[in-house]
């Protein structure tokens, strides 16, 4: 999920808690992560689910993942998983997917991210925004990266700033008006959390939207990329099972606003 230098990532510190369902009462989502492929890692199912049901979901990534293949240059990789990108956004029924341009693996959590976050939720006034895990860690020992830490916490941040006309004026300047209607924010891939969606509906796609990356899964494993996706994604979803009434799911940790 992000880029090749990641470890195989297991959850860890869950609670025997039951997961409630996810708020279903929206029709505009945004997601918002660091790299190609963090969100067919992380929820792609859940949002297969969605776009089926007839909501809109878009997505926003902070970079192109142009650092993400150890054997390809930069100016190379960074169009290949753009395409990468957009081709699995298609499966899973999202035609817009968009580009910030930070810097791939040097993301810095500051002022000019949360700007430009706040204002992708200005231009798509969403009800729903989805994130990464912000967090240092994905559970223990599994250190989590500075883009997913810098995107994720920014995000949730941004989902105030763009309904607060005074802070960024210039996105009024520019004729975007502020929207305070994001209800909540739910975060993919966390070690604490708090809802779910199942996973059954949108799982198949969820394959294909994940095998749509297929130099960067080259560049990660020497493994057959069919069986290396489904096996990190049918784990993923049972992991969370015995909290939902036994189904695979997609768990989020839900904020609510």
Request: aromatic share 8%; with cysteine; net charge negative.
């Amino acid at each position: 999920m992000g880029e090749a230098r990641h470890p195989n990532r297991i959850l860890r510190g869950m609670t025997n808690d039951q997961l409630e369902t996810m708020p279903s009462d929206w029709q505009r989502a945004l997601a918002v992560v660091a790299h190609p492929d963090d969100l067919e890692y992380g929820c792609a199912a859940a949002v297969a689910a969605w776009t089926d049901a007839g909501k809109e979901v878009a997505y926003v990534l902070a970079t192109r993942g142009e650092a993400g293949i150890d054997g390809l240059a930069p100016a190379t990789c960074g169009p290949l998983r753009e395409q990468e990108q957009r081709a699995s956004a298609a499966v899973v029924g999202v035609d817009t997917v968009e580009f910030l341009d930070h810097k791939d693996g040097v993301i810095e959590y500051g002022i000019a991210l949360r700007r430009d976050i706040a204002a992708a939720i200005r231009r798509h006034r969403p009800e729903l925004v989805i994130t990464l895990n912000h967090r240092d860690t994905w559970g223990n020992t599994f250190w989590n990266t500075p883009d997913h830490r810098a995107v994720g916490r920014a995000t949730l941040d941004a989902a105030a700033d763009a309904g607060n006309r005074w802070i960024f004026p210039e996105l009024t300047e520019q004729g975007l008006e502020p929207w305070n209607g994001v209800r909540w924010v739910a975060v993919a891939g966390s070690t604490s959390p708090t809802h779910a969606v199942d996973a059954g509906p949108g799982f198949e796609r969820s394959v294909r939207s994940l095998l749509e990356h297929q130099a960067y899964i080259k560049g990660l494993t020497d493994e057959d990329p069919e069986a290396y996706v489904r096996t990190f994604l049918e784990a993923n979803v049972q992991r969370s099972a015995d909290r939902f009434g036994g189904r695979p799911a997609v768990a989020f940790e839900v904020f609510s606003r």
